[in-house]
């Protein structure tokens, strides 16, 4: 299957400080790529929608001044965490879309700690 | 999006099959049954989809209904590896709603 990756794998900032995600996607093109926060013991929770040189389309309840979602090619999304808090503490997962709109690949997630 | 309905937890023997139920009574028609896996600190992996008919591939099976108001999802011989929380997801887009899923666990 295709290969979706993120980095970093982890990050540990202080709180007020910005951090950058970025999730690429290895041996295909995505159009379409979806960043997903999960908490401890919870499922996975859709933040937001990256369409390739265009706006993000935010979940009800997403900060988008917050969550900034940037798209500028078919293989990279990027999701800036700006002015984090520690209550912004979760792992963050995306996931590309193949050829084929029913088959989703994750990456393996971003770990973000803010102290 | 339609929901979906599964049991918190399955316990499994080792090399034993496993049968994971999924109930979605209200699907629309042009929903497709989706099933992903997500091991501990990881990323989901895609398991299988189907839409009418039952459906294989290397990693299991897809039993759909002919009502199309529940599926099963089966591992047909289950190892340590199987391990990990199980989603069944009704989508007509590109769009994932992910729920609580069913947490298995095997047993060596």
């Known amino acids: 299957g295709a290969v979706v990756s993120q980095h970093p794998s982890w990050v540990i900032c202080k709180s007020g400080t910005s951090v950058k995600i970025e999730c690429r996607s290895l041996d295909f093109q995505a159009t379409t790529m979806f960043w997903y926060r999960q908490f401890p013991k919870q499922s996975l929770m859709l933040m937001a929608t990256?369409?390739?040189?265009?706006?993000?389309?935010?979940e009800q309840g997403v900060e988008k001044d917050k969550f900034l979602i940037n798209h500028a090619s078919l293989t990279l999304s990027t999701l800036t965490v700006t002015s984090a808090h520690p209550e912004d503490s979760s792992f963050y997962i995306c996931?590309?879309?193949?050829?084929?709109?029913?088959?989703?690949?994750f990456g393996p997630g971003t770990r973000l700690t803010v102290l | 999006d339609a929901k979906t309905t599964q049991p918190n937890s399955m316990e499994s023997n080792e090399e034993e099959p496993v049968h994971l139920p999924c109930n979605h009574s209200t699907i629309s028609g042009t929903d497709y049954i989706h099933w992903y896996r997500q091991l501990p600190s990881q990323g989901p992996e895609y398991v299988i989809h189907?839409?009418?008919s039952n459906v294989n591939n290397r990693m299991a099976s897809l039993a759909i209904a002919e009502d199309r108001k529940s599926s099963t999802l089966i591992l047909h011989r289950a190892t340590l590896r199987d391990a990990a929380v199980y989603y069944c997801i009704l989508s007509s887009d590109y769009k994932l709603s992910f729920g609580a899923g069913t947490t298995v666990t095997v047993r060596a």
């Open positions: 996931s590309a879309g193949g050829e084929s709109y029913n088959e989703q690949f």
């Open positions: 990256s369409n390739e040189g265009s706006k993000a389309t935010y």
């Open positions: 189907g839409l009418t």
